[in-house]
């Protein structure tokens, strides 16, 4: 099951050097394998305490791997998930390029394991349908 959300602000966000907007993906356009990507977020910084979460936003480059890549028989990649090699950060973005690709779902804590990420373009469809109904 994926969960993604838009959120409609209350107020208008002023853009300058740490806060810009990002480009979606196209719809169903799916990230090359051996892609160098990035993925930023807070999340924990020590393999063995899943509580002792980062003081400063960080961020990691993780590369993009083949579709049927996995290394794991319970991982599986397929239209909805797309699966790289990083560790964390559940719910933070996954950006190649100028692109927000994907949100981090889920990984293994080992060091090898590839991590899960749902991929962005599969709901640019839902997405624009959501924004065009709150623009009412």
Not at 19 to 47: H, Q
Not at 57 to 80: F, H, I, M, Q
Not at 84 to 93: A, K, V
Request: hydrophobic residues 35%; aromatic residues 6%.
């Amino acid at each position: 099951m994926f969960i993604i959300l838009v959120a409609q602000l209350a107020e208008t966000v002023k853009l300058n050097k740490w806060v810009k907007t990002i480009l979606l993906p196209r719809t169903n356009k799916g990230v090359k394998p051996g892609t160098k990507c990035s993925v930023a977020g807070w999340g924990s910084t020590s393999r063995q305490s899943k509580s002792a979460p980062a003081t400063t936003l960080r961020e990691v480059n993780v590369k993009v791997l083949a579709e049927d890549v996995s290394g794991n028989d319970s991982l599986s990649c397929s239209p909805s998930v797309a699966c790289f090699i990083s560790q964390g950060d559940s719910g933070g973005p996954l950006v190649c390029g100028e692109r927000a690709q994907g949100i981090v779902s889920w990984g293994s804590r080992k060091r090898a394991s590839p991590g899960v990420y749902t991929r962005v373009s599969t709901f640019i469809p839902w997405i624009e349908a959501t924004m065009k109904k709150l623009e009412r």
